[in-house]
């Protein structure tokens, strides 16, 4: 009997703390998820798979993106599920309604034929399907090394041009 008060005494009827109100919604994503490894179909066929450490998706942001502020790595599937291209790049911010990504920092890609892209901005328009960047770029072939400022290229990164071209590389006559 004596040990009841001292219990009750020690329950306060204090306020319950409380989280500041949200003010700007377009500043708050509705999803923020730490390591997290995903897949995307295309007409119930697993087509990509996106891995990142951080990935907040920003809903009400005008307009609405993804952000992938601690880096991306995706990987795209043939039929098969083998892996026919890769892509990693220390930042990536996807909007969803323009289909378009932006990737930065060291962006590293690698095609279907395994030719090798460093840059450190690249630009990928799934709506119009190419690839494009201002930035400095190095393909790495079987036989070359092609480096140069600007690029542009199909999504596949299979039919691509060097704007402005510098190094050496073998000419086929």
Known sequence: MLAAPIFFQSCG????????AITDRQA???????????????SGVVR??????RWQIYDK????????????????FDEDLSVQASLRADYA?????????ELKGKVHAMNEKGEKFDTELLVWDQHEERVFSDS?????????????VGFESNQTMTNYTILNPTGYFTLED
Request: charged share 30%; hydrophobic share 35%.
């Open 28 to 42: 708050t994503p509705i999803l923020d998820v730490d390591s997290v490894s995903t897949l995307i179909s295309d």
């Open 136 to 148: 400095a770029i190095t393909i790495t072939r079987d036989s070359s090394v092609i480096q140069g």
């Open 13 to 20: 009827h204090g306020e319950v703390p409380k989280s500041a």
């Open 61 to 76: 942001a005008e307009p609405s993106y993804w952000e992938f502020k601690e880096g991306i790595y995706l990987e795209e």
């Open 93 to 101: 911010r996807y909007w969803d309604k323009d289909e378009r990504w």
């Open 48 to 53: 990509y798979r996106i891995s990142a450490e």
